[in-house]
Antibody, heavy 123, light 107 residues
Framework: QITLKESGPTLVKPTQTLTLTCSFSGFSLSRSGAGVGWIRQPPGKALEWLGLILWDDGKHYSPSLKSRLTISKDTSKNQVVLTMTNVDPVDTATYYC???????????????WGQGTLVTVSS | DVQMTQSPSSLSASVGDRVTITCRASHDLVRRLAWYQQKPGKAPKLLIYRVSTLESGVPSRFIGSESGTEFTLTISGLQPEDFATYYCQQAYTFPWTFGQGTKVEIK
């Protein structure tokens, strides 16, 4: 059974750095074609793709957030970490991590999602 | 970036109705198009990938199709558990992008 779970602070002050951890089980991020992505959803709004890290350590980011985001992985711990610098109240959202995998080596959909974690940015 | 224009933003329908949701892409996606269902307070759930392939366990009343750069999710015979918000997502190129969502409400 594949599971993912996000963890981190629920409240962050403006200008601070947000660090979220995605802990997963049931799959290996070392396997060709695997990846873990981050998606967020402001209250009452649509899903926004933030970025993705692949089995070969390839990383892709949303252009609008690229300067503020870093995604890294610790394969031995089965964890992926999202770091967002200089947060603002508009970053208030539920943050999801999700797994993607395709045997062809070109993943294309998130088939397993974490439950999400609500992060509020406020002073 | 590939832009995904999803319509309608909301619709009202009755149990048993046939419902159609559309996403138009700004570029050919080479079949890298997925559909998700999200219920309030829950994480999205993958319904369909590669335009028309049903994820395991998803009922066959969910049907995905394409015509050029226009992609359609059809729910054939709406069930009470289908009232939710639906999103398309392209994975042809980075950044992956989602549509704006379609909320399916009870008439």
């Amino acid at each position: 059974q594949i599971t993912l779970k996000e963890s981190g602070p629920t409240l962050v002050k403006p200008t601070q750095t947000l660090t979220l951890t995605c802990s997963f089980s049931g799959f290996s991020l070392s396997r060709s074609g695997a990846g873990v992505g981050w998606i967020r959803q402001p209250p009452g709004k649509a899903l926004e793709w933030l970025g993705l890290i692949l089995w070969d350590d390839g990383k892709h980011y949303s252009p609008s957030l690229k300067s503020r985001l870093t995604i890294s992985k610790d394969t031995s711990k089965n964890q992926v970490v999202l770091t967002m610098t200089n947060v603002d109240p508009v970053d208030t959202a539920t943050y999801y991590c999700a797994r993607t995998y395709d045997s062809s080596g070109y993943p294309h959909a998130f088939n397993i999602w974490g439950q999400g974690t609500l992060v509020t940015v406020s002073s | 970036d590939v832009q995904m224009t999803q319509s309608p933003s909301s619709l009202s329908a009755s149990v048993g109705d046939r419902v159609t949701i559309t996403c138009r892409a700004s570029h050919d996606l080479v079949r890298r198009l997925a559909w998700y269902q999200q219920k309030p307070g829950k994480a999205p759930k993958l319904l369909i990938y590669r335009v028309s392939t049903l994820e395991s366990g998803v009922p066959s009343r969910f049907i995905g199709s394409e015509s050029g750069t226009e992609f359609t999710l059809t729910i054939s015979g709406l069930q009470p558990e289908d009232f939710a918000t639906y999103y398309c997502q392209q994975a042809y190129t980075f950044p992956w992008t989602f549509g704006q969502g379609t909320k399916v409400e009870i008439k």
